[in-house]
Every structure is written in C-alpha cells, then in structure tokens.
C-alpha cells in the first residue's frame, strides 16, 4: 500500500468513526508520526493533505524543520528540560507536559522569543510507574499551576494507554481521560483538545472524543 493509500483508508475510517459517534465531519486532524520516517516520505504525506507531523526526538526534530516548508510540528515524546531551548523556536504544539520544572524551562524560553506555545497535559491514565504524565487525580492541580504562565496556551490533553492493554482496557482508558477532559472544561479551563489514539486503536479513540489522533505506522508503514 502506497502513503496516499494509506491516508485514504485512514479518512474513511475516520469519517466512519465520526458518524457512528454522531459527530461533526472534520472534528478530528491526523497528526502523522514521521519519527524514523525519511523527509521523502513526509513529503508525500504533505502532498496527500496532512499538515501536521508529531516528533519524539529532539535531533530528529532539528534535522527535518529546515527540508520541509509549510508544515506544523508536533513534539509528542518526552521532552527533557535541557533540550527545550534546541526545538522551542520550531515546534506548533507540545502534547507532553506533566512537570513544573518543564514548565519554568518552557516559559523562560518562550519569554525570550515572544512566542505563545500551545500545550497539552499528558495524563498517566494506566498508572504506569515508568511512563511520563500526571496521575488522573493530579490534573486539576497542575492545571491551576500552569495558569499563571501566560506564555502557555494550555488547551487539553493528552494520553497513551499501556501498551500491553486489552481493547476494553484501552477503550476504558480513553473514556476515562474524555471524562477528566470534560470536567476539566465544566470547570472552567481551556479545554479544546484531546489528543488520544495511535495507529492501531485511533478508531476507539475517535468513539471516545478524541480530536487529534496520533497516526504513524498507520500512514507511513513499519519503521526500518
């Protein structure tokens, strides 16, 4: 299967999602995952209509900005506070806050550029001990914490069920996290982004009230 293939299977399925939900067409953007992809194969991707592409890794990052005009950049791994300084001027949105000392290095940078970043709280909705996020019940704490940080477009989250998860538990994930995003939203926070899903459960994720998918694989195949 060809990219272009591929992202037309994934619109369908999405449009399908979309109508199973009763949900509005085009109320969710692909975010395609081109870490380990070759700019070749992100070009093609562009070419086909996708605008946004979600990066894990801070050189990778810094390798591709400059071969690729017109494109939106998405930082979705885990993002070390002594790399901020190398991506902050490229990156459109962080989908991977969970930590103050994130946040300062964020806002310090940011101040210098006069710049406004959109982020997204990654939530820990599995518990994992060994993954990023804030725990489900701490949310609303860091939430308040980021408001006074008026270099932060805080508006949503994010989240990535354990990996060895069945299709209900990753289902019950993602509902779980839509649950805290609406309460977040009734609570008065800026809430208009949830970015669920990967290649292999966005459809459920869609189901759930995802809006940003995160789809490498997917489009792009198995990574060499």
Not at 18 to 29: A, G, I, M, P, Y
Request: hydrophobic residues 40%; proline residues 1%.
């Amino acid at each position: 299967m060809s990219i272009k293939e591929n992202i037309d299977i994934i619109r369908k399925n999405i449009d399908a999602a979309l109508v199973s939900s009763s949900r509005d067409k085009n109320s969710v953007e692909v975010i395609a995952v081109s870490k380990r992809v070759h700019v070749e194969s992100i070009r093609i991707a562009h070419n086909c209509g996708i605008q946004s592409f979600g990066e894990n890794y801070v050189q990778e990052l810094r390798e591709k900005v400059n071969q690729i005009d017109d494109v939106s950049w998405h930082f979705i791994g885990q993002l070390q506070s002594n790399k901020v300084k190398y991506i902050i001027r490229e990156i459109y949105m962080l989908h991977s806050l969970d930590r103050l000392s994130l946040t300062k290095e964020l806002d310090k940078h940011l101040r210098q550029l006069d710049k406004k970043l959109k982020v997204l709280v990654q939530v820990n909705i599995s518990h994992e001990p060994q993954k990023g996020g804030v725990l489900p019940s701490d949310v609303e704490r860091f939430l308040n914490e980021l408001m006074q940080f008026d270099t932060l477009d805080v508006c949503g989250l994010m989240c990535m069920p354990a990996v060895d998860n069945t299709t209900l538990e990753t289902v019950r994930d993602f509902a779980a996290t839509k649950d805290i995003y609406d309460t977040m939203k009734s609570a008065g926070f800026n809430m208009r982004y949830l970015s669920m899903g990967m290649s292999n459960d966005y459809i459920d994720a869609i189901k759930q009230g995802a809006n940003l998918v995160r789809v490498g694989s997917a489009i792009f195949g198995m990574r060499t």
